[in-house]
């Protein structure tokens, strides 16, 4: 019922900038949390930024000050903005959300994630 489709990765050379997009769409009643996850080779998945409805946002202590993270809900999209990128931070990203959606009379409410999208930071 409720798809999370990720854009804007691809391949940079250190110092650079990129912009991660990712839009859900289905049957969606509301988003409360959304958030961007990274999972590097060998790696565990880990948290890089959260944010609530309302726009309090966290963020990890290697991204922080570099990473912006903004949602517009009126499109169901979050957004991560990402400068002075660094080798380390390659990675593919994922997008997650907790979306309550419609469901036949009612709602219900689940985890969804992205597909992914590859971020290289390479010279």
């Known amino acids: 019922q409720v798809q999370l489709v990720e854009s804007g990765g691809g391949l940079v050379q250190p110092g650079g900038s990129l912009r991660l997009s990712c839009a859900a769409s289905?049957?969606?009643?509301?988003?409360?949390?959304m958030g961007w996850f990274r999972q590097a080779p060998g790696k565990e998945r880990e948290v890089v930024a959260t944010?609530?409805?309302?726009?309090?946002?966290n963020y990890a202590g290697s991204v922080k000050g570099r990473f912006t993270i903004s949602r517009d809900n009126a499109k169901n999209t979050v957004y991560l903005q990402m400068n002075s990128l660094k080798p380390e931070d390659t990675a593919v990203y994922y997008c997650?959300?907790?979306?309550?959606?419609?469901?036949?009379?009612?709602?219900?409410?689940?985890?969804?994630w992205g597909q992914g999208t590859q971020v290289t930071v390479s010279s």
């Open positions: 997650n959300a907790f979306v309550t959606y419609y469901r036949g009379f009612g709602s219900s409410a689940d985890d969804y």
């Open positions: 289905g049957s969606i009643r509301s988003i409360s949390d």
């Open positions: 944010i609530t409805r309302s726009g309090s946002t």
